[in-house]
Nanobody, 119 residues
């Protein structure tokens, strides 16, 4: 059974930075395309960044140039560096594998990590 554990969230002022981490157990992490999703209050969960097994990355327009996704396959870990944070980045952030050719998650969700940006 796959377990996802996200961490690193917190309260930060606008313009600040955070680094989120996700550890994955019970899966073939290294071969999976992975992604970070977020869900803001009253909104649907959205994919904000994805990374292929080989390290190719893609970002939602809203975070392009500010967020950086990376992975360490040896540690089965996924990271998201958040820079130049804005109040609209406030959300619960989740990691997951991505179903090939879609934006849909492959597994169930972890508990997420809350990011709150104060203006």
């Amino acid at each position: 059974q796959v377990q996802l554990v996200e961490s690193g969230g917190g309260l930060v002022q606008a313009g600040g930075s955070l680094r989120l981490s996700c550890t994955v157990s019970g899966s073939f992490f290294g071969i999976r395309p992975m992604a970070w999703y977020r869900q803001a209050p009253g909104k649907q969960r959205e994919l904000v960044a994805r990374i292929s097994s080989s390290g190719s990355t893609n970002y939602a327009d809203s975070v392009k140039g500010r967020f950086t996704i990376s992975r360490d396959n040896a540690k089965s870990a996924l990271y998201l560096q958040l820079n130049s944070l804005k109040s609209e980045d406030t959300a619960v952030y989740y990691c997951n594998a991505v179903q090939y050719g879609t934006e849909s998650p492959l597994w169930g969700w972890g508990q997420g990590t809350q990011v709150t940006v104060s203006s």
